[in-house]
T-cell receptor, first 115, second 108 residues
C-alpha cells in the first residue's frame, strides 16, 4: 500500500527560487495537512484542507501557498524561497469519523535546503 | 493556549530495562491523544489513539495510558529496535498539535 506519497524527497533551492512540493494519498481520506519539522521545534502545521476546494492556515503559513487539486492531491508552493524555509516538510492525511478527524498518516518527507 | 510537553527529551536504556515516557497536555476539549514513532529520515508512524481518561492501548512492548492531564507510553523490556523518537500529539480543532518528542536509545 502506497499511503501518502511525497515528491521530491530532496531539493536544494537558491534564495528567491520557487518550487512546488507534491503530495498524494490513496486512502480516500478527506483531510490533508502540510507540516514542517525543525530541530528543537517539533512538527508545526503550515496549512490544512478539510476537503477538495477548502484550505485553512495553520501555525506557520507565511511564505507558503497550497492547492487542494482533488481529493487525492494537496500541493505546497514556495513562491520565493528563503533560508528560513530550510526544513523537512511532511504531508499527512486523515479520515473523518462522526465529524472529527481521526489519526493522521504521514508521508516520508521532503528535505528542503535553501541556500 | 493548547500545548503538549514531552519528557524526558532523551532516554537511554539497556535492553530489558523498562521505563515510561511522559506527555503532558493542556487543550480545551480533548478530541484524541495520539502517539507516533519516528525513525531517522522517515515520517512519523502512527501507534495509538486514546480518547478518554482511563483508556489504555497495547502493542507488543508498548502500552499507552491516558489521564485528564497526561499520557504515558510504557516500554516493557525494550529491544534495540525500539530505538526511535516517540511523538505525542493532541487533536485541537482540525489539526494535531505535537510535542517535541522523546528520543529513546536502547543498547544491547
Amino acid at each position: 500500500n502506497a499511503g501518502v506519497t511525497q515528491t521530491p524527497k530532496f531539493q536544494v533551492l537558491k534564495t528567491g527560487q520557487s518550487m512546488t512540493l507534491q503530495c498524494a494519498q490513496d486512502m480516500n481520506h478527506n483531510s490533508m495537512y502540510w507540516y514542517r519539522q525543525d530541530p528543537g521545534m517539533g512538527l508545526r502545521l503550515i496549512y490544512y484542507s478539510a476537503s477538495e476546494g477548502t484550505t485553512d492556515k495553520g501555525e506557520v503559513p507565511n511564505g507558503y501557498n497550497v492547492s487542494r487539486l482533488n481529493k487525492r492531491e494537496f500541493s505546497l508552493r514556495l513562491e520565493s524561497a528563503a533560508p528560513s524555509q530550510t526544513s523537512v516538510y511532511f504531508c499527512a492525511s486523515s479520515r473523518r469519523d462522526r465529524g472529527a478527524n481521526t489519526e493522521a498518516f504521514f508521508g516520508q518527507g521532503t528535505r528542503l535546503t535553501v541556500v | 493556549e493548547d500545548q503538549v510537553t514531552q519528557s524526558p527529551e532523551a532516554l537511554r536504556l539497556q535492553e530489558g530495562e523498562s521505563s515510561s515516557l511522559n506527555c503532558s497536555y493542556t487543550v480545551s476539549g480533548l478530541r484524541g491523544l495520539f502517539w507516533y514513532r519516528q525513525d531517522p529520515g522517515k515520517g512519523p508512524e502512527f501507534l495509538f489513539t486514546l480518547y478518554s481518561a482511563g483508556e489504555e492501548k497495547e502493542k507488543e512492548r508498548l502500552k499507552a495510558t491516558l489521564t485528564k492531564k497526561e499520557s504515558f507510553l510504557h516500554i516493557t523490556a525494550p529491544k534495540p529496535e525500539d530505538s526511535a523518537t516517540y511523538l505525542c500529539a493532541v487533536r485541537a480543532g482540525t489539526a494535531l498539535i505535537f510535542g517535541k518528542g522523546t528520543t529513546l536509545s536502547v543498547s544491547s
